[in-house]
Structures are given as structure tokens and as C-alpha cells.
């Protein structure tokens, strides 16, 4: 009985952790979006769609509002001082919202998608081999990184003697997939 109501707790609690940062985010979407709903109101009373029966414009013109204002934000992050001032927010404030770095990254990589280009490999650890990923090389030390699975997107990075990595003449996409198939097609030449 203890043992059930032990790992309940750390459940429960994992979920918390787990849950917080979306509900923090959704919160500040809703905030956000009952701000800008008011003027979407006043904006439909001024246009007098309100006077139109049977329709409710303000949820559109409020959608539409939010997306002008999020590409008017997109148009200011081509500014470096905006950009600046965006990564500094984010390493010295953000920094310490949990996971807030795994789901930027994750979003990231969704909104931006481009060709993997690293390097897969297989790093030697005292007898055997594990595959990652060579991110850079620099005077005999190379920065790896170590994906896990099934999520290939998180893992450690590691820094490691060169003369320990072999490049493996794999594409990145050929790679991950090998991964989350347990090793099958993993080219170990």
C-alpha cells in the first residue's frame, strides 16, 4: 500500500511539473486574447457589423487582430536591438519557468523546420560505442550530443576526446530513425 501511494505522488507530482508551464501559457493566451477581444469589440461596433442579425463579428475580428498584431511582432524581430533585448528576456527571466527551454526549442524546430545537419556518430565509452550526434570539434575535443529515446529532440551533451568519435555515413534523418527503431539500420561501418 505504501509503495502504491508512493509512486502516485511522484506521478501526480511529475504531472504538476508537467502541466504548469501549458497551463501558464494558456492562461497568458486567454489573458491576451480577452485584452484584444474589447477591441475587437469596439472595432465591430465601429464598422456597425454588431448591428448585422444573427452574426457575432467581435471573435473574428479579434482572430484577425491577433494575427496582424503577432506578424507586426514577427516585422520587429528583424530589428537587432528587438532581437537583443528578446534573448536577454529569455536567458536571464525565462531561464527559470520550468521546461521553458524544451518547449521553445520543440516550437522552434516546428515553425522553422530545416535539414538536420549534424553529424551522427558513434562516441566510445570505455568498451563500447553509442551513437550521437558530433556538433563541433575543436584541438583534439569534440562537442557530442546524445540523444535518447524515443524522443530524439532530448539527450545530454557531452564533451569528449575526438580520437573516441566515428563519423557513421548516415544522413541525421536516417539516423534518428534508426534510433527510435532500437539500432535497426544503424550503419556501423
Not at 502516485?8 to 508537467?18: H, R
Not at 504548469?20 to 480577452?34: E, N, R, T
Not at 553509442?130 to 524515443?150: A, K, N
Not at 548516415?170 to 556501423?188: D, H, P, Q, V, W
Amino acid at each position: 500500500m505504501k509503495e502504491t501511494v508512493k509512486k502516485f505522488k511522484k506521478t501526480f507530482i511529475a504531472g504538476v511539473i508537467l502541466f504548469l508551464p501549458v497551463f501558464v501559457l494558456l492562461s497568458i493566451f486567454q489573458k491576451v486574447y480577452g485584452f484584444i477581444f474589447g477591441f475587437g469589440k469596439k472595432l465591430t461596433d465601429l464598422l456597425g457589423l454588431s448591428n448585422v442579425p444573427g452574426w457575432d463579428f467581435a471573435p473574428a475580428l479579434t482572430t484577425v487582430l491577433l494575427i496582424v498584431i503577432f506578424y507586426l511582432f514577427g516585422l520587429l524581430t528583424k530589428i537587432s536591438a528587438v532581437t537583443k533585448s528578446k534573448e536577454w528576456f529569455e536567458n536571464n527571466v525565462l531561464s527559470y519557468v520550468p521546461n521553458y527551454s524544451k518547449f521553445n526549442a520543440k516550437m522552434t524546430i516546428k515553425l522553422q523546420p530545416g535539414e538536420d545537419l549534424r553529424q551522427p556518430a558513434l562516441i566510445e565509452i570505455n568498451d563500447f560505442r553509442r551513437p550521437g550526434f558530433l556538433i563541433h570539434s575543436e584541438e583534439g575535443t569534440s562537442t557530442v550530443f546524445m540523444p535518447s529515446t524515443p524522443d530524439t529532440d532530448y539527450g545530454e551533451v557531452w564533451v569528449v576526446d575526438t580520437k573516441k568519435v566515428k563519423q557513421i555515413n548516415m544522413n541525421a534523418k536516417e539516423f534518428k530513425k534508426s534510433i527510435l527503431l532500437s539500432g535497426k539500420g544503424l550503419k556501423i561501418n
